[in-house]
């Protein structure tokens, strides 16, 4: 293919994209979700790691990358494998590119927290709240592991920030537009001074939120 017509094939593709997107209220426009929202309405949440990426041209006019993960341990759901693979829009085959603004695929090797919104629709991105359910662990020098956003920021804790929320029909909802970390997730901007949750805290902070909201 001659760069000016792969060019333009990439330009129509994220055109189709962001049309799609706009439709169905997604993209750019994704919703800031708090984590309560993301703990009741995702379908499977695991600590995993990743075992392979794999992008393919899955029809003439866009391209998904499959990530493959090792199921670590469940926090919430069942599965009946030791590994799931979740499809993600976007991706590169060969000399040809498709980018979706906002998504982040998780990389080969990287380990984290994931919040599925569900193991049976196919969806432009597979995890709740696009990279607010999306949870990185790092070592820290001590051989600590750490929680970080899918922005390498810090999290440094968990709450409910109660100006940001507002009940309606007795379920919270946000009205603002995400920034990639989801009501409830305190981070830190500066990373050399502030050090993530151990990923156990952070493990054990989840089901215990989980079980008073299921209460």
Do not use: C
């Not at 919703?31 to 990426?53: N, P, Y």
């Not at 041209?57 to 069942?78: A, C, M, N």
């Not at 599965?79 to 040809?96: A, Q, S």
């Not at 001074?193 to 939120?209: H, I, M, S, Y």
């Amino acid at each position: 293919m001659k760069p000016n017509k792969q060019h333009l094939l990439t330009i129509l593709i994220l055109l189709l994209t962001s049309s799609l997107l706009f439709s169905t209220g997604h993209g750019a426009s994704v919703l800031k979700t708090t984590m309560d929202e993301m703990l009741t309405e995702s379908e499977f949440v695991f600590e995993g790691r990743v075992l392979s990426v794999e992008s393919r041209q899955t029809d003439s006019k866009r391209i998904h990358t499959f990530v493959t993960f090792e199921i670590q341990e469940i926090i919430k759901g069942e599965y009946p494998e030791p590994t799931i693979t979740l499809r993600f829009l976007g991706g590169t085959v060969g000399n040809l590119t498709m980018a979706v603004s906002d998504i982040q695929i998780p990389r080969d090797g990287e380990r984290g927290v994931y919040f599925v919104e569900s193991l049976d629709r196919n969806q432009v991105h597979p995890l709740y709240g696009w990279s607010q359910g999306h949870f990185t662990v790092t070592a820290d020098d001590t051989g600590t592991d750490r929680m970080m956003t899918a922005k390498n920021q810090p999290v440094t804790g968990l709450s409910l920030d109660a100006e940001s929320v507002q009940q309606t029909n007795g379920r919270t909802t946000v009205k603002a537009l995400s920034t990639g970390t989801a009501t409830g997730v305190r981070v830190e901007q500066n990373r050399k001074n502030a050090k993530g949750l151990p990923l156990n805290e952070f493990k054990q902070a989840l089901r215990k939120r989980l079980n008073e909201i299921n209460q």
